[in-house]
């Protein structure tokens, strides 16, 4: 897929329900715009990414189908640094996500975030997950 997007100076995505409302905490708590991908397809999201809000960057939500939509998905993103890019995973969901899982270790791109989704332990799930966002300039 060849597109000819701007370069995104960060992009975050978490492979987890979007149900939970991590990618809301997250945008909130980080000030990037967040997308659904119950709500956007890989195939919808060239046109969702042209829009001005999110020229510096978003947080993207939602498990991809499998090893092909990541592939789409790093054709719109291909003039993104890989360093101001990460990908937080919590657990494995089934095969299909494990096939995702694979392409973005292969891609060193894959954080997995220990014991996030604890509910028990709010305060520790923040810290993990922002621990792995340490780098990024949103961050800094």
Not at 16 to 31: A, F, Y
Not at 44 to 51: A, D, I, Q, R, V
Request: overall charge negative.
């Amino acid at each position: 897929m060849r597109v000819a997007l701007q370069a995104f100076p960060q992009v975050v995505h978490l492979l987890i329900d979007p149900g939970q409302d991590w990618g809301e905490k997250l945008s909130r708590e980080v000030g990037l715009p967040l997308i659904s991908l119950t709500n956007e397809k890989i195939d919808c999201l060239e046109t969702e990414l042209k829009k001005p809000e999110y020229a510096g960057g978003f947080i993207l939500e939602g498990h991809l189908a499998d090893s092909e939509a990541a592939e789409k998905l790093d054709g719109l993103l291909e003039n993104t640094d890989p360093s101001d890019r990460r990908v937080l995973s919590w657990e494995l969901v089934d095969d299909k996500h494990q096939e995702v899982l694979d392409h973005y270790i292969n891609q060193d791109l894959l954080w997995m975030v220990p014991e996030s989704s604890n509910p028990s332990c709010p305060d520790q799930a923040r810290n993990n997950m922002v621990s792995c966002l340490t780098g990024l300039p949103v961050l800094n």
